[in-house]
């Protein structure tokens, strides 16, 4: 059974961090694509970061130089380290994979003072 469970959503103020975690199981997760979406209420899920199986990341220039995406392919899981949050980066974030196409159930991001 393939599945994404993502974990490490909170509540945090303007200017904090976060980690999010997304382990993987019923994939072969180094030859995956990996990578992080969120969809904030009232607009499109979009693409934040991803990374291949050989460690080459992307990311979107809203969150560049504040985000990182990583892995560790020996433990099945993909990370997001938001650093410098700010407001609109409050959405709901997804895990995703490409062999298959898989998502996961989301958690929540929320910035505020």
């Known amino acids: 059974q393939v599945q994404l469970v993502e974990s490490g959503g909170g509540l945090v103020q303007p200017g904090g961090s976060l980690r999010l975690s997304c382990k993987a199981s019923?994939?072969?997760?180094?030859?995956?694509?990996m990578a992080w979406y969120r969809q904030a209420p009232g607009k499109e899920r979009e693409l934040v970061a991803s990374?291949?199986?050989?460690?080459?990341?992307n990311y979107a220039d809203s969150v560049k130089g504040r985000f990182t995406i990583s892995r560790d392919n020996a433990k099945n899981t993909v990370y997001l380290q938001m650093n410098s949050l700010k407001a609109e980066d409050t959405a709901v974030y997804y895990c995703?994979?490409?062999?298959?196409?898989?998502w996961g159930q989301g958690t929540q991001v929320t910035v505020s003072s």
């Open positions: 995703s994979s490409t062999k298959p196409q898989v």
């Open positions: 990374i291949t199986g050989g460690g080459y990341t």
């Open positions: 019923g994939i072969i997760f180094v030859i995956n694509i």
